[in-house]
């Protein structure tokens, strides 16, 4: 799987139809319709793998559909 910033994360979603809902901290939550995800931004810190994973799952996206999108 691709190595993302949130920063990148963020840009992909607005790009699929999310909207930013809310921020609180450095935690932006993400809604579109019913699926939403909450996406972390530290700087321009790569997403841990875990963390990626669980944002995909929250958004009902497989990991092999995010790196074929993420490459177009």
Not at 40 to 60: M, V, Y
Request: proline letters at 4%; aromatic letters at 6%; glycine letters at 8%.
């Amino acid at each position: 799987m691709p190595r993302v910033t949130g920063k990148e994360m963020i840009r992909f979603l607005v790009r699929r139809n999310f909207s930013l809902y809310r921020v609180k901290g450095s935690h932006h939550l993400m809604r579109n319709g019913e699926a939403q995800t909450v996406i972390p931004i530290h700087g321009n810190q790569d997403l841990k793998t875990g963390t990626l994973r669980g944002i995909l799952r929250d958004i009902n996206m497989e990991p092999e559909e995010f790196e074929r999108l993420w490459h177009h």
